[in-house]
């Protein structure tokens, strides 16, 4: 079989972080996760639809402990830049009351997903609540929130791969690429 071709997208930037850096971080995240709950036979993990999807799955796979798994959807309400104001598009099924909950994002932008999403879940009394996300373009936050368990810290471009997606294109890629987006306008148009 040939190999696939590199770019199967034409607004690929550069490739950020490769599959194996990711591999190893994501390894090394579900050992601190299997040490910091190695107490706790009530663990949960609560992914965010859908960019959340891929690293979730590996995670899970690397935390050496019992637990299950559920997920939430959620929009920014406007455009590309988000608008602080969230809205639930299908919620979690579990009860998490007294549940460890770890919440997974593929990626913290402004921090008001993370921010309004663990709000909401505290008011559901977990017995405890830490937040976990893939990367963090650190200098965008606008609201002050905690990431307990961060895989990679990415300077302010828009990235694609590994789960995360533009306009759901990308999300098949091994690797997190940041996105050309003078391309991408010009294969919009
Ligand atoms: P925040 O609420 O501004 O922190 O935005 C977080 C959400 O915006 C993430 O869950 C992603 O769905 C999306 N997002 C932010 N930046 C990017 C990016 O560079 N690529 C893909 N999605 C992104
Ligand atoms: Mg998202």
């Not at 490739?15 to 190695?38: A, C, F, H, M």
């Not at 799955?57 to 559920?70: A, E, G, N």
């Not at 455009?79 to 997974?104: A, M, P, Q």
Request: proline share 4%; glycine share 6%; aromatic share 10%.
């Amino acid at each position: 079989m040939s190999e696939p071709p590199k770019f199967p997208y034409e607004f690929i930037g550069e490739i950020l972080i490769t599959p194996e850096e990711i591999e190893k971080r994501v390894n090394s995240l579900g050992e601190q996760i299997t040490n910091d709950y190695r107490d706790s036979n009530k663990l949960i993990l609560m992914g965010l639809l859908r960019g959340s999807v891929m690293f979730i799955t590996d995670l899970m796979r690397k935390i050496h402990r019992p637990l299950t798994m559920d997920f939430m959807s959620v929009s920014s309400y406007t455009g590309s830049e988000s608008s602080g104001f969230i809205r639930i598009d299908s919620d979690h099924k579990t009860n998490i009351r007294d549940w460890d909950v770890i919440l997974i994002d593929d990626i913290v932008d402004s921090g008001y997903t993370i921010y309004t999403i663990r709000k909401l879940l505290l008011d559901r009394q977990p017995r405890s609540l830490k937040v976990c996300a893939l990367l963090d373009k650190v200098s965008k936050h606008k609201v002050e929130i905690g990431i307990d368990y961060c895989g990679f810290e990415i300077p302010d471009y828009f990235v694609v791969g590994y789960g995360l997606d533009i306009d759901e294109k990308g999300r098949n890629l091994p690797y997190i690429a940041s996105v050309d987006l003078e391309k991408y306008q010009s294969v919009l148009t």
